[in-house]
């Protein structure tokens, strides 16, 4: 693609990012928001290679759009249900996938792919702006260099996995951020809510990246068999699976180096209390003498006001039992290795 078309395109994306985000189109003449039925309508009926981004928040809106795609009843109901389990099928001229994008930290959007004819049709919802670079690599990867339709599928399955590659990156990014701020600052550094918080959420993304990846494995196991399958489509299909299994042993390794973090951070933080508790236990057992002999001596015991009396007694039993006591305590201490 030219230099001034792909500045057209972003020109376009950010003037779609300023109003209400409703779709995008890619094709060979770049990428353009779609605020109209209509439009999408005339994109499929020129029965050129294009990507349909459909992002809408509103359910009517994304219906409206879908409507405009004419698919069959069946694969229309199935593209705007949501909340399915990660999957992927795959036929000679039809691909259908419930996959995902990371456009936040830790966290993923359900994306539905589907494919037939020469029309490769996306729907989430989401910040729009994650896939502004994505969407002109697809115009110079596949439509600028002519791929056939399941490649450019392919093609639009691989930039998407790219943003939870990204992903991946940014966990390393705030495990290494974690183990600093531990070093410097120590324990209490980072709430271990925080963290627990933290792992959960990627084992989460780990455990539907996993199913995932199985059933992209067994949609592309034999590909090459499919008739009048593309050879440089089987390319790309058997490359991103490989993909997907690489994002999945990312995730297991990063997965392990977190809970052994949040291991650690709970022992060091238990180590902690164990230490301050053991000072607090001989703080008292400092002052449990004292306090003894303090209330022993402030009892009202008529043999006790009347008999102990005077300067010596005061000398003794005033200053010098609790200095002895004391004195006492602490030698014991020292003998036991506690101070």
């Given at each position: 693609?030219?230099?001034e078309?792909?500045?057209?395109?972003?020109?376009?994306a950010e003037?779609?990012r300023?109003?209400e985000l409703?779709?995008f189109?890619?094709?060979?003449?770049?990428?353009?928001?779609v605020?109209?039925a209509?439009?999408v309508s005339e994109?499929?009926?020129?029965?050129?290679l294009?990507?349909?981004?459909?992002?809408?928040?509103?359910?009517a809106v994304?219906?409206?759009l879908?409507?405009?795609?004419?698919?069959d009843a069946?694969d229309?109901?199935w593209?705007?249900?949501?909340?399915?389990a990660?999957?992927?099928g795959?036929?000679?001229?039809?691909l259908?996938a419930?996959?995902?994008?990371?456009?936040?930290?830790?966290?993923?959007?359900?994306?539905?792919?589907?494919?037939?004819?020469?029309?490769?049709v996306?729907?989430w919802t989401?910040d729009?702006a994650?896939?502004d670079s994505?969407?002109r690599q697809f115009?110079?990867r596949?439509?600028a260099?002519?791929r056939s339709?399941?490649?450019?599928t392919?093609?639009?399955?691989?930039?998407?996995?790219a943003t939870v590659?990204?992903?991946?990156?940014?966990?390393?990014a705030?495990?290494?951020?974690v183990?600093?701020?531990?070093e410097?600052s120590?324990p209490?550094?980072?709430?271990?809510?925080?963290?627990?918080d933290?792992l959960?959420?990627?084992?989460?993304?780990?455990f539907?990246i996993?199913?995932?990846g199985?059933?992209?494995r067994?949609?592309v196991?034999?590909?090459?068999a499919?008739?009048?399958?593309?050879?440089?489509?089987t390319e790309e299909?058997?490359?991103y699976?490989?993909?997907v299994?690489?994002?999945?042993?990312r995730?297991?390794?990063r997965?392990?180096?977190a809970s052994?973090?949040?291991?650690?951070?709970?022992e060091?933080?238990?180590e902690?209390?164990?230490?301050?508790i053991?000072?607090?236990t001989?703080?008292?057992?400092?002052f449990?003498?004292?306090?003894?002999?303090?209330?022993?001596?402030?009892?009202?015991f008529?043999?006790?006001t009347?008999?102990?009396d005077?300067p010596l007694t005061?000398?003794?039993l005033?200053?010098?039992?609790p200095?002895?006591?004391v004195a006492?305590?602490?030698?014991?201490?020292?003998?036991?290795?506690?101070?």
């Amino acid at each position: 693609m030219l230099p001034e078309t792909s500045r057209a395109a972003g020109a376009e994306a950010e003037t779609g990012r300023k109003g209400e985000l409703i779709a995008f189109l890619a094709d060979v003449d770049g990428v353009r928001h779609v605020e109209a039925a209509n439009a999408v309508s005339e994109a499929v009926a020129a029965g050129k290679l294009c990507w349909i981004d459909i992002v809408a928040a509103d359910p009517a809106v994304r219906a409206t759009l879908v409507q405009a795609l004419q698919l069959d009843a069946v694969d229309e109901g199935w593209i705007l249900r949501f909340d399915q389990a990660g999957r992927m099928g795959l036929a000679p001229k039809r691909l259908r996938a419930v996959t995902w994008l990371s456009d936040r930290p830790l966290g993923l959007s359900e994306v539905h792919l589907f494919h037939t004819r020469r029309m490769i049709v996306t729907v989430w919802t989401g910040d729009a702006a994650a896939l502004d670079s994505i969407r002109r690599q697809f115009v110079d990867r596949a439509c600028a260099l002519e791929r056939s339709p399941l490649e450019a599928t392919a093609i639009v399955l691989q930039l998407l996995l790219a943003t939870v590659h990204n992903a991946v990156g940014d966990i390393d990014a705030t495990l290494e951020r974690v183990l600093q701020q531990r070093e410097k600052s120590g324990p209490g550094a980072v709430k271990l809510t925080t963290l627990t918080d933290g792992l959960h959420q990627l084992r989460s993304v780990l455990f539907s990246i996993d199913r995932y990846g199985s059933s992209v494995r067994l949609a592309v196991a034999g590909v090459e068999a499919l008739p009048g399958i593309d050879p440089r489509a089987t390319e790309e299909l058997n490359d991103y699976a490989d993909q997907v299994d690489d994002v999945v042993q990312r995730l297991q390794q990063r997965n392990s180096w977190a809970s052994d973090i949040t291991q650690d951070y709970v022992e060091a933080i238990a180590e902690r209390q164990g230490e301050q508790i053991a000072r607090l236990t001989i703080v008292s057992i400092v002052f449990l003498p004292i306090t003894f002999l303090t209330g022993f001596f402030g009892m009202n015991f008529t043999w006790m006001t009347n008999g102990l009396d005077g300067p010596l007694t005061f000398l003794l039993l005033g200053v010098l039992l609790p200095v002895a006591i004391v004195a006492l305590t602490v030698l014991w201490f020292k003998r036991r290795g506690l101070i």
